[in-house]
């Protein structure tokens, strides 16, 4: 996504090349604060972004886009568990349709390990948790967690059999076509505030920050998965 929103800033006609940096929010976060130099940072949460600019490192900070959590895997059995008697005894139970759905394919048989960003630095890890902990299933998955630095390795460990599900951004989950996914309920986690912090108020990084809110802008993240904000 945030390739697809450089590449439509430097066709424009006042773009700029864009040089971009990929990984976690709390890994750059941490960067930042250690004296790494960017023009622009976009977190996928809103708290880190607020503490640069109360920490006198940002200029000012927007919400950009609101995360969306998918689960994936390539484990049939996981799903076919979604389609059968599973979720009818969840249901039974007081679970909404949604929940019971999830709750099926976790428990499928096979599923061994279930794959996670690193929790302490990227907010999608913290979202799986959250959805764990409500799920009433974090004890019991808890010892099959394989976590990974970021949405990306964590998808990576999907896709290369290291864990047969996983929890990554909704947008990194429509971008591998044919793969099964599901969409976690929104109920189920704190809602992801994905916000961009000007960092230099250089005319080049000013004229991306307000890129962020264009109505072109507003319809790749929209495409990609992203919820937008109400106020953008």
């Known amino acids: 996504m945030t390739r697809e929103l450089a590449a439509l800033f430097e066709a424009r006609a006042d773009g ?6 990929i990984g976690s929010t709390g890994g750059l976060y941490a960067q930042i604060r250690n004296g790494a130099e960017f023009d622009l940072f976009l977190a996928a949460d809103a708290e880190r972004p607020r503490l640069l600019v109360d920490e006198g490192l940002g200029q000012e900070s927007r919400t950009y886009a609101m995360g969306r959590l998918a689960l994936v895997g390539a484990l ?7 389609l059968v008697g599973g979720v009818g005894d969840a249901a039974r139970d007081g679970e909404s349709e949604g929940r019971a759905t999830l709750i099926a394919i976790l428990q499928a048989p096979g599923v061994q390990h279930v794959a996670i960003a690193n929790p302490a630095t990227a907010p999608y890890g913290a979202a799986a948790l959250e959805v764990l902990e409500r799920l009433g299933l974090r004890s019991e998955l808890e010892p099959r967690l394989v976590q990974g630095a970021d949405v990306g390795q964590t998808h990576h460990f999907v ?3 290291a864990a047969e599900l996983g929890f990554v951004s909704l947008a990194q989950a429509r971008a591998r076509e044919g793969e099964p996914l599901f969409e976690i309920p929104a109920d189920l986690f704190t ?3 994905q916000d ?5 108020d250089s005319p080049g990084a000013r004229a991306f920050f307000d890129h962020l809110g264009s109505d072109d802008a507003r319809r790749v993240l929209e495409g990609a998965g992203f919820g937008l904000p109400s106020d953008g």
């Open 76 to 82: 049939d059995e996981a799903w076919d568990a979604a």
């Open 16 to 21: 700029a090349p864009v040089e971009l940096s």
């Open 191 to 193: 809602e992801l505030r």
């Open 196 to 200: 961009a912090v000007l960092l230099d």
């Open 159 to 161: 896709a290369t059999g």
